[in-house]
């Protein structure tokens, strides 16, 4: 069983950067996409960005591109998230995702097609 664990989240003024790492308890190749979620307080969980271990084929929701990039390390069975120039909105709890489901296309940021989660790690962002 795939165990994912977050950490790096914390609180910081807009502007400023954060790093999200997602540890992952063995190999993800064999997975389909490793992806971030994100809950802020009172909303719906939403996909943030996804990663495909083998290829390194990346997505991100508009809100975040160019500001986010999601990263993998094979070696370390690591996924990271660095979030530079963090808005208020960006405030929620972060989730790190994983499936081994075969996805299509509209499915990357379909929460129900993950069945591997980390414990979340909350980023706030507040001056």
């Known amino acids: 069983q795939l165990q994912l664990v977050e950490s790096g989240g914390g609180l910081v003024q807009p502007g400023g950067s954060l790093r999200l790492s997602c540890a992952a308890s063995h190999s993800t190749l064999d997975y389909s996409s490793i992806a971030w979620f994100r809950q802020a307080p009172g909303k719906e969980r939403e996909g943030v960005s996804c990663i495909e271990p083998r290829t390194g084929d990346t997505l991100y929701i508009n809100p975040v591109k160019g500001r986010f990039r999601i990263t993998r390390d094979s070696a370390k069975n690591t996924v990271d998230l660095q979030m530079i120039n963090l808005k208020p909105e960006d405030t929620a709890v972060y989730y790190c995702?994983?499936?081994?489901?075969?996805?299509?296309?509209?499915?990357?940021?379909?929460?129900?097609?993950?069945?591997?989660w980390g414990q979340g790690t909350q980023v706030t962002v507040s001056s």
């Open positions: 995702a994983a499936t081994d489901k075969e996805l299509q296309p509209w499915d990357f940021f379909s929460d129900d097609k993950y069945n591997y």
